[in-house]
């Protein structure tokens, strides 16, 4: 079964950056599915983020995130990237990574995902 181990959150200043991991291992849901990066809020719904296929790396975002995240892979490394710039207080959150089907693509919808990591924390605050 696969499993996914979030890092690289904490604690930055508007304005600054952050790089998210999520490592995958064991075995895969299929030949090729989708690593997406969801968020949850304190008092809000879960939102997905960003997703990446590892077919073909494609890449999707949520509108709120365009031009200032950037999704990308590893796949020696089976390791998926969250580069994020430009973080604003609204962006303070806990981050999961999930993997899911191929067809999930840029939908973003937690329940097409199957297997989730524990969520590693991002505050932006002055």
């Known amino acids: 079964q696969l499993q996914l181990v979030e890092s690289g959150g904490g604690s930055v200043q508007p304005g600054g950056s952050l790089r998210l991991s999520c490592a995958a291992s064991g075995a895969p849901p299929s030949k090729y599915y989708m690593i997406a990066w969801f968020r949850q809020a304190p008092g809000k719904e879960r939102e997905g983020v960003s997703s990446i296929s590892t077919n073909d790396s494609s890449t999707y975002y949520t509108d709120s995130v365009k031009g200032r995240f950037t999704i990308s892979r590893d796949s020696a490394k089976n390791t998926v990237y969250l580069q994020m710039n430009s973080l604003k207080p609204e962006d303070t959150a806990v981050y999961y990574c999930?993997?899911?089907?191929?067809?999930?693509?840029?939908?973003?919808?937690?329940?097409?995902?199957?297997?989730w990591g524990q969520g590693t924390q991002v505050t932006v605050s002055s």
């Open positions: 999930a993997a899911g089907p191929l067809w999930a693509r840029g939908d973003l919808i937690d329940y097409e995902y199957d297997f």
